[in-house]
Nanobody, 120 residues
């Protein structure tokens, strides 16, 4: 059974950092593309970053370039979203999602999400 479980969210001050984890089960993360999305209150869900099966990163949001990075630990079967220099506008529920082999394929599964709040 495919499962994606996010963790690592919380309250952080502007300028701070968080690392979100997406722990996968039921498949191996090194064979698929995994993406991060976020949804702020009253706004549509937006793509943030995706890592393909060949470790290529695709940025969906220009606002996070230079601040967010995505990585994968195949031993732990987990994908990470490192978020630095956080801004209040980064506040959202962050979800990870399972694609096919690349970040341009369809999404088959979603995690339940983890809340990130950036506030002083």
């Amino acid at each position: 059974q495919v499962q994606l479980v996010e963790s690592g969210g919380g309250l952080v001050q502007p300028g701070g950092s968080l690392r979100l984890s997406c722990a996968a089960s039921g498949f191996t993360v090194d064979y698929y593309a995994i993406g991060w999305f976020r949804q702020a209150p009253g706004k549509e869900r937006e793509g943030v970053l995706c890592i393909s099966s060949d470790d290529a990163a695709t940025y969906f949001a220009d606002s996070v370039k230079g601040r967010f990075t995505i990585s994968r630990d195949n031993v732990k079967n987990t994908v990470y979203l490192q978020m630095n220099s956080l801004k209040p506008e980064d506040t959202a529920v962050y979800h990870c999602a399972l694609y096919g082999r690349s970040c341009s394929t369809g999404i088959g599964y979603w995690g339940q999400g983890t809340q990130v709040t950036v506030s002083s």
